[in-house]
């Protein structure tokens, strides 16, 4: 079985039943040891992929208003230092053109502005985005339907 349908098939609480050493050292589509999960208490949120915060690649996650683009989400540290996610397909014209700036997403293609939560800040963004949940487990960062 090949890690990202493991944690697919699993979701989010039975994916952190793993051992830390494979959350830190995995990447897309590895295979993976598991303990089995229980069953019980799973979330429904489906792990979509996890982001090692000590990769070269995560750098811009490290800084407080950084970004980085993955798999079509936008994921940032916000000012706060939370981790938030959010589709870079903007609602206003279907573009793939969010990012994150001054704490908030935004639509660089007409300037669609979106909070954290998705809501519209002005009329471009009038009919929101979809986010996605964030999750922290040391250095993993993993996003979740
Ligand atoms: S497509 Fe994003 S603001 Fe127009």
Redesign the pocket.
């Known amino acids: 079985m090949k890690r990202n349908e493991f944690l697919k098939s699993i979701g989010t609480g039975a994916a952190f039943i793993l051992t830390t050493g494979c959350l830190g050292g995995c990447s897309k589509g590895e295979d993976i040891p598991f303990i089995a999960p229980n069953g019980s208490n799973l979330p429904s949120n489906t792990v979509l992929f996890t982001i090692d915060l000590s990769s070269e690649e995560a750098d811009n996650l490290l800084k407080e208003g950084g970004f980085i683009i993955q798999d079509d989400i936008v994921i940032a540290k916000s000012l706060s230092g939370a981790y938030v996610a959010a589709t870079v397909i ?1 609602t ?4 793939k ?1 969010v990012t994150f700036q001054k704490n908030e997403f935004l ?1 660089t ?4 502005r979106f909070d954290q939560s998705g809501n519209g800040l002005n009329d ?1 963004g009038k009919k929101g985005l979809k986010i996605y949940q964030t999750l922290l487990n040391e250095n993993v960062l993993t996003i979740l339907t």
């Open positions: 903007c206003h014209e279907s573009r053109e639509c293609a007409h300037g669609a471009f």
